[in-house]
């Protein structure tokens, strides 16, 4: 393959992935989880992690949710099904690189007897620095 249509094949592809939209409409980020994370009980809810940025991967992911935070690992996405809502981080400076998406499910503490509510899962998604959509 001569230089020119090499330009031409890589442009072409550039325009293909500019053109992807993925879930909630971002260009190409949220195509596929790179697997999720679900965090133990605490609060009064459950929380599950998707990893979608570039830096993840499903080992990256896999080891930071097991060996970091202690969660347990799954190759599939977050369900959404029975879920308080979801939270979009997209952590300052790393574009979209290090962007999660939170799901979060209500759980009665076992210590306090407390069961989150979605203004609840909406107040730990500040704490993260991400914008919430209550679940419909």
């Given at each position: ?17 500019a ?14 989880s ?29 080891s ?5 935070n ?10 959404t ?9 997209e ?31 909406e ?5 993260l ?5 209550a679940?419909?």
């Amino acid at each position: 393959m001569n230089a020119l249509k090499r330009a031409a094949l890589v442009a072409a592809l550039g325009m293909v992935s500019a053109c992807n939209q993925g879930l909630l409409g971002y260009p190409g980020i949220f195509d596929k989880s790179g697997g999720s994370c679900t965090y133990p009980q605490a609060n009064g809810y459950v929380a599950c992690e998707d990893f979608l940025g570039s830096d993840f991967n499903s080992d990256v992911g896999h080891s930071v949710c097991v060996n970091v935070n202690l969660g347990t690992w799954s190759q599939d996405s977050c369900p959404t099904a029975g879920s308080l809502g979801t939270c979009s981080v997209e952590p300052s400076g790393t574009a979209e690189a290090q962007t999660a998406l939170y799901t979060f499910y209500a759980s009665a503490d076992p210590d306090s007897g407390v069961t989150a509510n979605a203004l609840n899962a909406e107040t730990a998604c500040g704490r993260l620095g991400g914008s919430f959509a209550a679940a419909h």
